[in-house]
Every structure is written in structure tokens, then in C-alpha cells.
């Protein structure tokens, strides 16, 4: 199994509402990692967690919150969102620790703020 | 930090070679990744490079070299389904652990 699953697909949220995207992977890995991806762009890093402990927080603003509850799962909540936060978010996943090698990425969440 | 460029956008023809090339900048090298991604879909892991050299994979065969800090992807016998971005990413240290960032990307554009 070499699938990271995410969902929802798609997500349509207003400005006043919560809501949280999930992200599971089943191939041992230990580093996971939420990304954004706007059109024509490169994606971008919001947060990695390794060994199910936040490593890396790249100045996301606090209305993004990563969750990881176990060595499987990672979530992000939203809530208070704005227009510009409409994006691709990817959820990646890899070995982690000194033998990282290539990441693998979920479907994505499409996400728009109205 | 790293600094990674690219092209912006390629074209070829079906049944040519293409080669894209990437250069890069980072204060510590933990290895070089190429994915593609399809318009709306996740990046797909093609090949990965840590030494000096060229890496095959059928159809794809990929080049780095470290002193230079320079990577390339080559693609062979095209086709149409080959359109789409290919970024190269980069692993260097950041906060203690070793991360990808990616280029801008390189939009590649088969005809017929």
C-alpha cells in the first residue's frame, strides 16, 4: 500500500465556519507534511510533523491548525478562513528520520473560501 | 535556505527527447526529487538523485551533478500523456529535519 488518502476531495466553506481535512497513510511512515498549492504554482510548506511531533511551522497563520493524533492520521483545521485561502491542499508523507527518502503525496483537497 | 530555478514552460514534439533542466542553491544537500503533476492532480515521485550521476528509469533517466548544483530530467519517445509540470525538489536541512522544497515548476507541453 503506497496511498495517502484525503479527505474530503473537495471543500466549500464560509468565512464564519470550521472545518477539517484528514490525511492517512498506512506505509510506516513517520514524517508527514501539510502543503498549499495555489494555480500554476509550486506547492508550498505549511507544517511537517516527525514522529508525530510538530518540526516545522513555516509562519502559517494561526487559523491553519495541524493535528497529528497517531503515526497514521494527520488533520488540519480551519476556521476563520479568507477568500485567498482557496488552494490545493496536499498531504504528504515519507520515511522520516536519517533514511528519508521520496515523499508521497495524497489526492489533495480542494478547497474554496466563500 | 534554497534557491531552486527552472523553465517555465517547455514544448516538444511526440516521439522526441526532452530534457529539463534544474538548478539549485542550498546551504546543505540531502538529495534531489523530480515529480510530475498532471493539471488538478497530486505530484507523482519520478526519480531521486543523492550522487553524482544518471539515474534510469525506462523512459525517464535523470542526471545530477553536486559540484555543479545541477539536476536534469530527460524524457524519451514522448508522448501526449507526458504533458504536465515537472518539478524538481530539493531536501535541505531545515529545523533540524530534512525537507523538499520545490521549484516553480516546468509546464511541458507535448504536440503532435
Known amino acids: 500500500d503506497t496511498e495517502v488518502t484525503q479527505t474530503p476531495k473537495h471543500l466549500v466553506m464560509g468565512m464564519t465556519n470550521k472545518k477539517s481535512l484528514k490525511c492517512e497513510q498506512h506505509?510506516?511512515?513517520?514524517?508527514m507534511y501539510w502543503y498549499k498549492q495555489k494555480a500554476k504554482k509550486p506547492p508550498e510548506l505549511m507544517f511537517v510533523y516527525s514522529y508525530e511531533k510538530l518540526s516545522i511551522n513555516e509562519s502559517v497563520p494561526s487559523r491553519f491548525s495541524p493535528e497529528c493524533p497517531n503515526s497514521s492520521l494527520l488533520n488540519l483545521h480551519l476556521h476563520a478562513l479568507q477568500p485567498e485561502d482557496s488552494a490545493l491542499y496536499l498531504c504528504a508523507s515519507s520515511q522520516g528520520g536519517p533514511s528519508n527518502t521520496e515523499a508521497f503525496f495524497g489526492q489533495g483537497t480542494r478547497l474554496t473560501v466563500v | 535556505g534554497q534557491n531552486i530555478d527552472q523553465p517555465t514552460e517547455m514544448t516538444a514534439t511526440e516521439g522526441a527527447i526532452v530534457q529539463i533542466n534544474c538548478t539549485y542553491q542550498?546551504?546543505?544537500?540531502?538529495?534531489l526529487f523530480w515529480y510530475q503533476q498532471h493539471a488538478g492532480e497530486a505530484p507523482t515521485f519520478l526519480s531521486y538523485?543523492?550522487?553524482?550521476g544518471l539515474e534510469e528509469k525506462g523512459r525517464f533517466s535523470s542526471f545530477l551533478s553536486r559540484s555543479k548544483g545541477y539536476s536534469y530530467l530527460l524524457l524519451k519517445e514522448l508522448q501526449m500523456k507526458d504533458s504536465a509540470s515537472y518539478l524538481c525538489a530539493v531536501r535541505g536541512p531545515s529545523g533540524g529535519s530534512y525537507i523538499p522544497t520545490f521549484g516553480r515548476g516546468t509546464s511541458l507541453i507535448v504536440h503532435p
Open positions: 538523485n543523492v550522487l553524482d
Open positions: 542550498t546551504s546543505g544537500f540531502n538529495g
Open positions: 506505509m510506516g511512515h513517520r514524517a
